[in-house]
C-alpha cells in the first residue's frame, strides 16, 4: 500500500510524463508546465486534479486546459486517467463497482514507464 506521499510522487512523475508527451505532440519544449491544484483522498488511492501552471499564475484563459483527473491507486502502483466524457466522480464510483470501461492508454504503470488497458 502506497502512502500519501508516495502517491504524491507518482502523480507529479505523471504529470511530468503527460508534459513530456504534449511537447512532443507540439514539437514544443517545457510549453505546458502542470500542477496539481486539489487532490481528493478515496478509498482505492487519491484523485488528482491538476491545471496548467501559467494559468494559475496569471489567470489568463489562454492557458486554461481541459483536462480530466487521474487516479493513483494505492494497491496497485498505478495510474488512471479519467475520461472528459462524464463526471470524475462518476468515473471513480463505476471502477470502484468493477464497471469502468478501459481503453489501450487507461492505465499508466510508472514504474515501467507503459500504458495498458489493464
Known sequence: MLTDIEM???AKKYLKKMEEEK???????NSHELMINETIKKPLGNVYYFIAKL????????YRINAAPFLVEKEHRRVLHFGTHYHPEEQYEDYENGDFVTSLHSFWYPDEDRYSHK
Request: aromatic residues 12%.
Open 8 to 10: 504524491l510522487e507518482i
Open 23 to 29: 511537447a512532443q505532440e507540439l514539437g514544443e519544449e
Open 55 to 62: 494559468f494559475y499564475e496569471t489567470l489568463d484563459h489562454k
